[in-house]
């Protein structure tokens, strides 16, 4: 591990530190993590209904259904990877980057900034909408965006259970170690949030060998 990883700033605390001089823009850019739920399980149950009156074969909607969640799990990767960490030059490449993302890594206990705020979650849910709608036939888009949506309420829920929850054994726990590392070891590596998966396919794995049990938070170390 690189020295410059391990002196990066970390802070624990669960207060929210402020990004925005604007008292508009500040409130804009914290949430409850509760707030994803009230806004998109009404949209997947209208999903869900939808798509159960496509008339597939139950087949259909069981691989529909699969490939929604794994699209999410790409989608959830590639934002986090190449968008998320994406570092432009300069000093308001710097500050883009601290207000995207960097805050999350200088301070990953905050409790009001660990789901994507409606801020962002709204305009985004509205473009992947639009974007799969344009591609997908009308009888497996249901379906398909309402796992789609639902893979995302995984991620955005687990992602705050993560930083805030003691996971004691079992997967829940291997899942919050490899988030863990990634924060507090090795944030070059170990993109995926609610699964692994494309880590291990793409090559962002950690490198064991630089793994160090000290450094993670005391209740997660292996």
Not at 49 to 69: D, H, P, Q, S
Request: with cysteine.
């Amino acid at each position: 591990m690189s020295r410059n990883t391990r002196k990066k700033f970390k802070s624990n605390s669960q207060e929210s530190v402020r990004m925005f001089k604007s008292n508009l823009l500040e409130p804009l850019s914290k949430v409850h993590y509760t707030v994803p739920l009230f806004l998109f399980i009404p949209v997947i149950l209208y999903c869900l209904y939808r798509c159960l009156n496509a008339g597939l074969w139950w087949w259909e909607y069981l691989v529909t259904f699969i490939i929604g969640l794994v699209v999410w799990t790409l989608t959830e990767y590639i934002m986090h990877r190449y968008v998320f960490h994406c570092e432009l030059p300069g000093e308001i490449g710097k500050r883009l980057h601290f207000i995207i993302h960097g805050v999350h890594h200088d301070y990953p206990s905050d409790r009001l900034r660990l789901v994507m705020p409606p801020s962002l979650s709204i305009p985004l849910a509205i473009g992947f909408y639009y974007f799969f709608r344009f591609i997908i036939p009308l009888s497996y888009f249901w379906c398909f965006f309402a796992a789609f949506l639902i893979g995302y309420l995984v991620y955005d829920i687990g992602h705050y259970a993560m930083h805030h929850f003691n996971f004691k054994s079992g997967i829940f726990k291997r899942i919050k170690q490899h988030h863990m590392l990634h924060h507090y070891q090795q944030p070059e590596k170990g993109y995926g949030v609610s699964s692994p998966l494309w880590d291990h396919i793409l090559g962002s794995v950690f490198d064991k060998a630089q793994s160090v049990k000290t450094d993670l938070p005391r209740g997660i170390r292996k």
